[in-house]
């Protein structure tokens, strides 16, 4: 089992969860849980191995959310933590689940999280329909457990949208012009994993080598997006907002035209993205990672997935909004999401 104590306890092996959960839960002295879970928990047998690796004397107050809808599924999970009389949460599924434990989490009982997808593991910034609450900010985990096994039953349309997330995170963490050479380090490991093992998981879910490497990827875009985002995120947020999307299926898309805007702030880093990909000095970095997102079934258009034209006005004026804009290396503008969008309408 391998340990890793960077910001929190990290947990990466496969199998982990009947390993170390209990372990982490006799170190914080937890034994009455809130336990949330999303749908990307209900597939497989995820959940039935976490109540199984649950000590027996733990009592549990369970709450799934199909669609995390932040205002409602809040309140629930606060009323059910202060009337269960729980002493620490489990954040187990995707981004939604582990988003909506940690906030609940907040300074009030400790948390945990238990990713069953390979776009996040709990750190990092945080749903602003959640996170901008007054007086609530979301908790850092004090443990994580990353376990391969647990991302098999992802079909490959999640599987692909997951991935491309994270390997446009790890991307744009390490294209942002802020000074911080640990994050642009994870950033660029991040982003050699996610391209290397992105395809083969897509094709082959139970590959569970490359299951490893999407999730180890995930792990350097969370602890690397201390630095921030960019633009990707910010256009993608915009446009799911409207359209209801699933995160990550429209990174692809909008990759190209985000990088072509941006280039001109990022040539000179441009270099080392190249070199991590394996391309020649001559290569367009973009073209290529479009290219992965076409093989692995992502639509190349918005309005492959029903985006509309009247719909882009609003979605780029929360693109410019959205807190990833603020990091993005150059400034866009609502008019430049807009015409970005456009471009690949």
């Keep these: 089992m391998s340990l ?12 982990v969860l009947e390993d170390a959960l209990s372990a982490e839960m006799e170190r914080h002295g937890l034994r009455h849980l ?6 990307d928990a209900a597939h497989g047998d995820g959940l039935d191995r976490l109540h199984a690796a649950l000590p027996c004397q733990t009592r549990t107050a369970s709450h799934f959310a199909g669609d995390i809808a932040p205002d409602r599924d809040l309140a629930r999970a606060l009323e059910l933590l202060e009337q269960e009389g729980c002493d620490g949460i489990i954040g187990f599924g995707g981004l939604a689940a582990l988003n909506l434990a940690r906030t609940a989490a907040s300074d009030r009982v400790p948390v945990i999280t238990i990713p ?17 609450r007054p007086g609530r900010r979301a908790a850092l985990p004090v443990a994580i457990l990353c376990d391969a096994t647990l991302t098999t039953s992802a079909d490959p349309e ?26 642009d380090g994870m950033a660029l490991d991040g982003l050699r994993r996610a391209a290397l093992s992105l395809e083969t998981a897509v094709q082959d879910g139970r590959d569970l080598s490359a299951r490893r490497e999407l999730l180890a990827a995930a792990l350097n875009a969370g602890l690397a997006s201390e630095k921030g985002h960019g633009g990707i995120a910010a256009a993608a947020h915009g446009l799911e907002a409207i359209a209801r999307s699933r995160r990550g299926i429209l990174h692809g898309a909008l990759l190209p035209e985000v990088l072509a805007f941006n280039a001109p702030a990022v040539h000179d880093r441009l270099g080392l993205v190249r070199m991590v990909l394996g391309l ?22 918005l309005s492959d997935i029903g985006i509309e034209e009247h719909m882009l006005s609003r979605a780029a004026q929360g693109a410019a909004a959205d807190p990833a804009n603020r990091t993005n290396p150059r400034h866009a503008t609502g008019r430049d999401y807009e015409r970005i969008m456009r471009a690949v309408l």
Excluded: K
């Excluded at 809130?34 to 749908?39: A, E, H, P, Q, W």
């Excluded at 599987?159 to 050479?181: I, S, V």
């Excluded at 000095?281 to 079934?297: H, K, M, N, Y």
């Design 280 to 301: 020649p000095a001559d290569a367009d970095p973009g073209e290529r990672l479009v290219a992965l997102a076409q093989r692995i079934g992502l639509p190349r258009r």
């Design 4 to 15: 890793i104590t960077y910001l929190t306890r990290i947990h990466f092996a496969d199998r």
């Design 158 to 183: 999640a599987t692909a949208a997951a991935g491309m997330d994270t390997l446009c995170q790890c991307l744009e963490c390490f294209l942002g012009t802020a000074f911080n050479p640990p994050a």
């Design 34 to 39: 809130l336990v949330i879970s999303d749908r």
């Design 116 to 132: 069953t997808c390979t776009d996040t593991v709990g750190l990092g910034p945080i749903d602003p329909g959640l996170s901008a």
